[in-house]
């Protein structure tokens, strides 16, 4: 066998070596959300269960459906609000430079770089005395102003590339700031803004540390449901295994059906970078 055949086999072979560790927890969260309580009991874990036991995805749905409803409205929220203000700031960084505005965006971007913890307690302080603290509205705020960063970052790499002779003639046609960005920007947009909303809607639905600190126990998510849930003394393992299928589905559905736009969007802003 030809060496470069050699090595593409051996390529292939470990690919699904890693592919098959991965998924063993999946595995193991599927096979244990089938199970009965007793099945469970035994210990187990690697084997199938006897029986589908379906009930506990009905179970974790009536259970879990309030905390996904508040997922749900903080990611989609979040995501909508975060993608609009960096497109916005993509905008003005890349074509309408101003006096320090290459000190500016360094510390925009330096803001992805701030460890969660760090902030957490002057966060925490800052929601009390506007009054944010506990409740959904509070945290699409500071899931928005987290993701400032990163979605700045995106949008101002794809715009760079955008000719600035098309900007002078829209100017020449009597375009304006906002008219230039609603017409010409915005509907050349749609590879960033799809990055943009899927990296944002996935971290925002499995962040765990601000949706744990920073609400109360009616505006949690899922994510903390499952952490309270599962932390009990007695735990039906059935339960938090079918509700963490359920946590998943949201975010897999959406790289199943937009992953390969995902790809391309990325990549679009790497070449225009």
């Not at 927890?25 to 210990?43: D, F, G, N, Q, R």
């Not at 803001?111 to 002057?122: A, D, H, N, R």
Request: glycine share 8%.
């Amino acid at each position: 066998m030809p060496a470069k055949g050699a090595t593409r086999v051996f390529v292939q072979a470990l690919a699904l070596l890693l592919a098959a560790a991965y998924l063993i927890p999946v595995y193991m969260a599927i096979v244990t959300s089938l199970k009965s309580p007793e099945e469970i009991s035994h210990l187990q874990a690697w084997s199938l269960p006897a029986s589908a036991n379906w009930s506990s995805y009905s179970i974790a749905f009536r259970k879990f459906a309030p905390y996904l409803k508040n997922s749900f409205v903080l990611a989609a929220v979040a995501t909508l609000l975060s993608a609009s203000m960096g497109s916005i700031n993509g905008y003005v960084m890349s074509k309408y430079p101003f006096p320090g505005s290459r000190v500016v965006m360094p510390l925009i971007v330096f803001g992805m770089f701030i460890p969660y913890q760090s902030i957490l307690v002057p966060l925490f302080q800052f929601l009390q005395k506007t009054r944010l603290y506990g409740g959904l509205p509070g945290l699409i705020v500071v899931h928005v102003v987290y993701g400032l960063p990163i979605t700045t970052l995106l949008f101002r790499s794809f715009y760079a590339e955008i000719p600035d002779e098309l900007l002078g003639a829209a100017r020449i046609d009597g375009a304006g700031f906002a008219g230039i960005f609603r017409y010409l920007i915005l509907p050349l947009s749609g590879p960033p803004f799809l990055v943009v909303g899927i990296w944002q809607f996935t971290q925002i639905w499995n962040e765990f540390l601000f949706a744990v600190t920073l609400a109360r126990p009616d505006a949690q998510p899922i994510t903390v449901a499952l952490a309270n849930l599962a932390g009990g003394q007695a735990v039906s393992w059935n339960l938090p295994m079918a509700g963490s299928v359920l946590a998943a589905l949201p975010t897999v559905a959406i790289y199943v059906l937009l992953g390969r736009y995902f790809v391309r969007g990325l990549l679009a802003g790497a070449l225009k970078g």
